[in-house]
């Protein structure tokens, strides 16, 4: 399998940008490594098969920086056909302990992120009639979960965008999708905010997950090239999704009972 795609994907130093940064270079793509630490943008690069990948240090938190970005990437490329919104942390904690300190960097990174990436790069995909955007947001923007306020807020919003840029632009040739995992393992927390002790919970919930970070990334791989749009790429998510949408009294009534056993774990912890 071999094509010439121009894939940018942020995010990509580390986790599933990488993982899905390997996959696209392995089908033949040309890749545009971006992430905030230049090692890792430039780590990734030199793992992917094949030639003509980029590698960005970029803060996507920072409009200038991605104007730049696309600046650099119209310049070398002149546009891209698969846009991959991935850049993003984590952040835990109920609403009382939340700062607005907190919600801006959380909204900032997580949400207007992916403003920025589509902003600043869709205009080309609709110029040539094709190309897809992929925005990865997390079960936690489905769940309604407690105890991870902003993180689930910022998500849920990444899900609605994705709604409502598909309805825009897939007549117009662009494909949208967006990705709702689950806890699975990667370095997600090392740049979490917020509660200490909800980062610690996490991190356990992603040691004890019995999803792998290259079983993900295949699952996403293969529903992204098929045009899926709601990817939920961990084992046990599907269901409560199903759960939430079908019966969702009975959905809150189980997460009611989930997040109590939860916080005694914790308590014991």
């Known amino acids: 399998m071999s094509d010439s795609r121009r894939?940018?994907?942020?995010?990509?130093?580390?986790?599933?940008?990488?993982a899905m940064a390997i996959r696209y270079a392995k089908a033949g793509a040309r890749v545009a490594c971006i992430d905030l630490i230049a090692e890792r943008a430039e780590e990734t690069k030199a793992m992917l098969a094949g030639g003509g990948h980029l590698a960005y240090t970029?803060?996507?938190?920072?409009?200038?920086?991605?104007?730049?970005?696309?600046?650099?990437?119209?310049?070398?490329?002149?546009?891209?056909?698969?846009?991959?919104?991935?850049?993003?942390?984590?952040s835990g904690g109920p609403m009382i302990e939340t700062t607005m300190e907190e919600w801006r960097r959380i909204i900032e990174i997580d949400l207007f992120s992916v403003v920025r990436g589509c902003r600043l790069f869709l205009p080309t995909m609709l110029a040539a009639g094709r190309g897809q955007i992929v925005s990865t947001a997390s079960f936690a923007g489905l769940a309604g979960a407690p105890g991870i306020m902003t993180y689930g807020v910022a998500k849920a919003a990444v899900v609605a965008l994705s709604?409502?840029?598909?309805?825009?632009?897939?007549?117009?040739?662009v494909?949208?999708?967006?990705?709702?995992p689950s806890f699975f393992r990667t370095n997600l927390c090392e740049s979490g905010i917020g509660a200490p002790r909800?980062?610690?919970?996490?991190?356990?919930?992603?040691?004890?997950?019995?999803?792998?970070?290259?079983?993900?990334?295949?699952?996403?791989?293969?529903?992204?090239?098929?045009?899926?749009?709601?990817?939920i790429p961990t084992r046990r998510e599907p269901m409560r999704w199903r759960l939430k949408?079908?019966?969702?009294?009975?959905?809150?009534?189980?997460?009611?009972?989930?997040?109590?056993v939860a916080a005694m774990n914790n308590k014991q912890g």
Do not use: H
């Not at 709604?163 to 040739?173: D, F, I, P, S, T």
């Not at 494909?175 to 709702?180: E, G, H, N, Q, T």
């Not at 992603?206 to 749009?229: H, I, N, Q, W, Y």
């Open 58 to 90: 970029v803060d996507v938190g920072s409009d200038a920086a991605m104007e730049t970005l696309r600046d650099n990437v119209l310049r070398e490329w002149n546009g891209v056909d698969v846009l991959y919104n991935n850049a993003g942390i984590a």
């Open 245 to 260: 949408r079908w019966f969702p009294e009975f959905y809150f009534r189980q997460l009611q009972k989930l997040s109590a």
């Open 175 to 180: 494909r949208v999708s967006v990705l709702c």
């Open 163 to 173: 709604e409502q840029l598909r309805a825009e632009v897939q007549a117009k040739g």
């Open 198 to 231: 909800v980062m610690v919970a996490a991190q356990r919930l992603m040691d004890e997950s019995p999803d792998t970070l290259d079983g993900v990334a295949d699952k996403v791989f293969a529903a992204a090239e098929r045009g899926d749009f709601m990817i």
């Open 7 to 18: 894939v940018l994907i942020t995010g990509a130093g580390s986790g599933l940008g990488r």
